[in-house]
Nanobody
Framework: QVQLVESGGGLVQAGGSLRLSCAASGRTFSTSAMGWFRQAPGKERDLVAAISGSSGVTYYADSVKGRFTISRDNAKNTMYLQMNTLKPEDTALYYC????????????????????WGPGTQVTVSS
């Protein structure tokens, strides 16, 4: 059974940093496309960052470009989101997601493109 579990969320002051982790089990995601999404109360689930499978190409939402970095450690079957210079508007529940297809050289922007999701980790940025 495929399982994704996020960790690393918490409460931080504006300007601070957090690193989120997404640990995968049940299958390897080392060559699969993955992504980070976030959802604030009353809003839709939006893409934060995505990474392709086999090529490691990345994509960032304009709102986080230059502040967030998506990466992966294939040996640990884990994906990360380094978040710097956090703002109150970054407050949300953060989800990691993965696609089932292996050896995927593309990244994907729509949540409908992903097959597996973690339960989410809360990030709260105080002003």
């Amino acid at each position: 059974q495929v399982q994704l579990v996020e960790s690393g969320g918490g409460l931080v002051q504006a300007g601070g940093s957090l690193r989120l982790s997404c640990a995968a089990s049940g299958r390897t995601f080392s060559t699969s496309a993955m992504g980070w999404f976030r959802q604030a109360p009353g809003k839709e689930r939006d893409l934060v960052a995505a990474i392709s499978g086999s090529s490691g190409v990345t994509y960032y939402a304009d709102s986080v470009k230059g502040r967030f970095t998506i990466s992966r450690d294939n040996a640990k079957n884990t994906m990360y989101l380094q978040m710097n210079t956090l703002k109150p508007e970054d407050t949300a529940l953060y989800y990691c997601a993965g696609r089932a297809r292996a050896y995927d050289s593309s990244y994907y922007l729509s949540p409908k493109s992903y097959d597996s999701w973690g339960p989410g980790t809360q990030v709260t940025v105080s002003s």
